[in-house]
C-alpha cells in the first residue's frame, strides 16, 4: 500500500514563527502536492513538484514556499505564519502510472 | 481553468436508503480523470470510484456508483443501501494535466450524514 506521512496530527505554533510541515510518501511518486482545506472552501492547492527541486505554485501560494530536495519528501514552509494559515493542511502524492492521489492524514494547525 | 462545484453543503439520509451527491466541473480538455474521495472524521482521505472521461460506461464500486454526462459536465455520486458508516465528507475531484505534470482540483465537499 502506498503510504503518504506528515510529520505531525496536530501542531501550535505562535505567530511570527518559521514552520514547517513534513511529508514523506514511500512510493517513488514523480508528483506531491500541498492543499490548504477549509470549511466551505474545499481543498485548496498550495503548491506542487513534479520532480525533485521543482515546484510549481498552486492557487494560493502566497505566504507559503516549499522544498523538495529528494523525491520523497515535499516540505511546506509558512516563513512568518500568521493567524489566517490556521487551517488542515493535506499533502499528497501521486505518479503518471496511477490516475489517483494518495493523501496523508492531514496536519491541523493552529497559530495564536 | 478547470473548475469543480459541488452545490450541496449537506445531505442526509435515512440508513439503507440511497442518495444522490451532485458535482458539476467545467474544462476544455477531453481527456480527464474524475474522482469521488471520502472523508471520514478520522481525515483519511479515501478514494471511493473513479471515471475516465473517455470511458461511457458509468463506474460502479460494490454500493458506490456514479451518472457520468460527458456533455453537461456533470459527474454525480449515487451510495446505495447507505450504511452508517457512509457518514463523512465527501470531495469531488477532477485530475487535468497542466505545467507538464498532472494536478488535482477539488470541489468545496459535501457533508453527508447517515441517520439511523
Known amino acids: 500500500d502506498v503510504k503518504v506521512t506528515q510529520s505531525s496530527r496536530y501542531l501550535v505554533k505562535r505567530t511570527g514563527e518559521k514552520v514547517f510541515l513534513e511529508c514523506v510518501q514511500d512510493?517513488?511518486?514523480?508528483?506531491m502536492f500541498w492543499y490548504r482545506q477549509d470549511p466551505g472552501l474545499g481543498l485548496r492547492l498550495i503548491y506542487f513538484?513534479?520532480?525533485?527541486?521543482?515546484?510549481e505554485k498552486g492557487d494560493i501560494p502566497e505566504g507559503y514556499s516549499v522544498s523538495r530536495e529528494k523525491k520523497e519528501r515535499f516540505s511546506l514552509i509558512l516563513e512568518s505564519a500568521s493567524t489566517n494559515q490556521t487551517s488542515m493542511y493535506l499533502c499528497?502524492?501521486?505518479?503518471?502510472?496511477?490516475?489517483?492521489?494518495?493523501f496523508g492524514q492531514g496536519t491541523r494547525l493552529t497559530v495564536v | 481553468a478547470q473548475t469543480v462545484t459541488q452545490s450541496q453543503p449537506e445531505m442526509s439520509v435515512q440508513e439503507a436508503e440511497t442518495v444522490t451527491l451532485s458535482c458539476t466541473y467545467d474544462?476544455?480538455?477531453?481527456?480527464?480523470?474524475l474522482f469521488w474521495y471520502k472523508q471520514p472524521p478520522s481525515r483519511q482521505m479515501i478514494l471511493v470510484i473513479r471515471?475516465?472521461?473517455?470511458?461511457?460506461q458509468n463506474a460502479t464500486e460494490n454500493r458506490f456508483s456514479v451518472n457520468f454526462q460527458k456533455a453537461a459536465k456533470s459527474f454525480s455520486l449515487k451510495i446505495s443501501d447507505s450504511q452508517l458508516g457512509d457518514a463523512a465528507m465527501y470531495f469531488c475531484?477532477?485530475?487535468?494535466?497542466?505545467?507538464?505534470?498532472?494536478?488535482?482540483?477539488f470541489g468545496t465537499g459535501t457533508r453527508l450524514k447517515v441517520l439511523a
Open positions: 499528497a502524492s501521486s505518479s503518471p502510472g496511477q490516475t489517483e492521489a494518495f
Open positions: 512510493m517513488d511518486h514523480e508528483n
Open positions: 513538484s513534479y520532480d525533485v527541486k521543482m515546484k
Open positions: 474544462t476544455s480538455e477531453s481527456d480527464y480523470y
Open positions: 471515471q475516465e472521461a473517455y470511458k461511457q
Open positions: 475531484a477532477y485530475r487535468g494535466y497542466t505545467s507538464g505534470t498532472y494536478k488535482y482540483i
